[in-house]
């Protein structure tokens, strides 16, 4: 007797997809975990990440990551500056800040407080 379920698969977006494989690339982040919040199964998550491995399916697509960027050094300038300066805006607040490069430390310990 044929059955009249028919087996129907989910569709995801290659968008989807790709936010997905870029969750599960975080730091800390549980493949297990992204996809239950998704309500995806977890070892269909784990294909897409193995097609973005080979470059066969979604590439994660980061945005508004930290991009580290090497600085060239003025030629004959070998002194370390005097005072580290950081501009802080925060909507239409600007506030310029500089510390002195002998405490950098100190600057580190109150700019984690600061971001707490």
């Known amino acids: 007797m044929p059955s009249e379920k028919m087996d129907r698969r989910r569709q995801y977006s290659s968008a ?60 004959g300038s070998t002194a370390a500056p005097a005072e580290i300066r ?3 805006r925060r909507g239409s607040v600007t506030m310029n800040i500089a510390w002195p490069a002998s405490a950098a430390a100190e600057f580190a310990v109150w700019t984690r407080e600061l971001l707490r």
């Open 16 to 75: 989807m997809k790709a936010q997905v494989v870029a969750e599960c690339g975080e730091p800390g982040a549980s493949v297990a975990q992204v996809a239950m919040a998704h309500g995806i199964n977890a070892n269909v998550v784990h294909r897409w990440r193995q097609l973005a491995r080979e470059g066969k399916g979604a590439t994660p697509a980061k945005t508004g990551e930290f991009i580290a960027l090497p600085l060239a050094v003025p030629v």
């Open 86 to 88: 950081v501009e802080l």
